[in-house]
């Protein structure tokens, strides 16, 4: 692909403002259509095209394979201890109006936390699984 200059210019272009519509609709999701899953597919076909452009070799060293599995399991865990954290403070698993003093911003930070978690799993095994397929060898 280093001869396709005009696709490499507009995927340079492309990807940072893939992110930030992947950061938007993270963040936003607990306002409006959207959330963790929408996000982290997005962000995994924002990587996807640049490893298509840029060779696959230059996207595993930018996210290496391994860091792709700790950050699906660290997505687990965000999860998971939110769902703990809210069973410690006298709650019920995801019952986030304990996690702060105030119902609302308690719900507020527990949604924004586990759309979180679910986002970065998301991505990351998208990622994996693209990892799988694309360095499989031709038969």
């Known amino acids: 692909m280093k001869h396709h200059i005009v696709l490499r210019i507009v995927t340079k272009i492309m990807i940072p403002l893939i992110v930030i519509y992947a950061l938007y609709i993270q963040f936003h999701g607990e306002y409006s259509p959207g959330g963790g899953f929408q996000a982290g597919i997005i962000f995994a076909a924002g ?32 999860y998971i201890g939110i769902g703990l954290a809210c069973i410690a403070l006298g709650g019920q698993f995801l019952e986030y109006k304990v996690l702060l003093p105030n119902d609302q911003a308690g719900e507020s930070l527990g949604i924004i936390g586990i759309e979180l978690g679910v986002g970065v799993t998301v991505a990351s095994v998208a990622l994996m699984l693209f990892y799988a397929f694309a360095g499989r060898e031709q038969e």
């Open 47 to 78: 990587f996807v095209i640049f490893s298509l452009i840029f060779g696959l070799d230059v996207a595993q060293e930018a996210i290496p394979p391994e860091a792709a599995r700790v950050l699906a399991a660290f997505g687990v865990l965000l």
